[in-house]
């Protein structure tokens, strides 16, 4: 643990865009897939964001497709969730993980960051 660390979280208006950042001094980055989760007040975590450890391959939940954009920067072991057009249900602490699989599990994950809160008012 402690390996990832989550920046960027903030109180917003809909329609507002944000981004979040990821760092992970602690792994050796390209080794692992990495993705966004989220987790509301009284809900489960679920997942938001993927990509592979090269880029290429992303993934979303429908809830954000089209609105959010997964990046990373393999050099500076840094991972990004671009947010567009958000909405109070996107109100949630973010958190990144990183794995050894591209997957859209959180039980695919074993390395978590303690995670950043987004708030979105109406």
């Known amino acids: 643990q402690g390996k990832l660390v989550e920046s960027g979280g903030a109180m917003v208006r809909s329609g507002d865009s944000l981004k979040l950042s990821c760092e992970g001094p602690?792994?050796?980055?390209?080794?692992?897939?990495m993705a966004w989760f989220r987790q509301a007040p009284g809900k489960e975590r679920e997942f938001v964001a993927a990509?592979?450890?090269?880029?290429?391959?992303?993934g979303y939940a429908d809830s954000v497709s089209g609105r959010f954009a997964i990046s990373r920067d393999n050099a500076n072991s840094k991972l990004y969730l671009q947010m567009n057009d958000l909405k109070p249900e996107d109100t949630a602490v973010y958190l990144c993980?990183?794995?050894?699989?591209?997957?859209?599990?959180?039980?695919?994950?074993?390395?978590w960051g303690q995670g950043t809160q987004v708030t979105v008012s109406s």
């Open positions: 602690g792994l050796t980055f390209t080794r692992y897939a």
């Open positions: 990509v592979s450890r090269s880029g290429e391959r992303t």
């Open positions: 993980a990183a794995g050894l699989s591209y997957s859209h599990s959180r039980v695919t994950y074993g390395y």
